[in-house]
């Protein structure tokens, strides 16, 4: 069933390391949503900056009234 207000944390998250020269950082990506990617020096950082893009995310689609993508995973 659709919720009004998906939480973020019901999200898949995919973070890995980049050794492409310039890059060397971690790279943090929303499977649900492709595009909507971060980076950070550490796994850590890489995770709160996802978390960031992921509300701006919810913020823009509230506001054009876009459903989001369902989450491929609930916690219940």
């Not at 939480?7 to 492409?20: A, C, F, H, L, N």
């Not at 595009?35 to 950082?45: L, P, V």
């Amino acid at each position: 069933m659709p919720t009004l207000n998906p939480d973020p944390r019901d999200y898949e998250i995919r973070i890995w390391y980049s050794v492409e020269k310039g890059d060397e950082c971690f790279i943090a990506q929303v499977v649900e949503w492709p595009g909507i990617m971060a980076h950070g020096a550490t796994r850590e950082e890489a995770a709160r900056e996802i978390q960031l893009a992921l509300q701006g995310a919810f913020e823009v689609v509230v506001e054009r009234g876009i459903k989001p993508p369902a989450p491929a995973s609930r916690h219940t």
